[in-house]
Nanobody, 124 residues
Framework: QVQLVESGGGLVQAGGSLRLSCAAS????????VGWFRQAPGKEREFVAA????????YYADSVKGRFTISRDNAKNTVYLQMNSLKPEDTGVYYC?????????????????WGQGTQVTVSS
C-alpha cells in the first residue's frame, strides 16, 4: 500500500506558475505509476498527466501539453507537477493517484490510491 499527500496549491494569476508535490509513503514507491487529475466544481475528474514507474516516461492531456511537466524523484518518494502559463480553466482540486506496477491510465478507475487533493485557483 501507499499513502499520498499533495501540496503546493494556491491562488495565482493567469500566466503564473505553481509546482505541486505528491509525497508518498512506502518503500516500493518506485514501482508505482503516478497520475495527476483535477476536478473543477460541477465537473468530472479529468486526467492531467502521468509518469511511468519503469522508465519515468510521461503522458499529458492535450490541454496541458507544453505548459505542465510531470517528474518523479524516487529517492524522495515524490512526484511533481510543474505548472506554467496557468489559465483560469486550470482551476480545480488537483489529486495525485498511484497504481502498482501499472502502465499509467487516463481514467480515475485505473488507480487504486489517491491523495486528498490540493486546491489550485487561477484568477484572470
Amino acid at each position: 500500500q501507499v499513502q499520498l499527500v499533495e501540496s503546493g496549491g494556491g491562488l495565482v494569476q493567469a500566466g503564473g506558475s505553481l509546482r505541486l508535490s505528491c509525497a508518498a509513503s512506502g518503500r516500493t514507491f518506485s514501482r508505482y505509476a503516478v497520475g495527476w487529475f483535477r476536478q473543477a466544481p460541477g465537473k468530472e475528474r479529468e486526467f492531467v498527466a502521468a509518469v511511468r514507474w519503469s522508465d519515468s516516461g510521461t503522458y499529458y492531456a492535450d490541454s496541458v501539453k507544453g505548459r505542465f511537466t510531470i517528474s518523479r524523484d524516487n529517492a524522495k518518494n515524490t512526484v511533481y507537477l510543474q505548472m506554467n502559463s496557468l489559465k483560469p480553466e486550470d482551476t480545480g482540486v488537483y489529486y495525485c493517484a498511484a497504481e502498482y506496477l501499472a502502465i499509467p491510465g487516463t481514467k480515475p478507475a485505473a488507480y487504486d490510491y489517491w491523495g486528498q487533493g490540493t486546491q489550485v485557483t487561477v484568477s484572470s
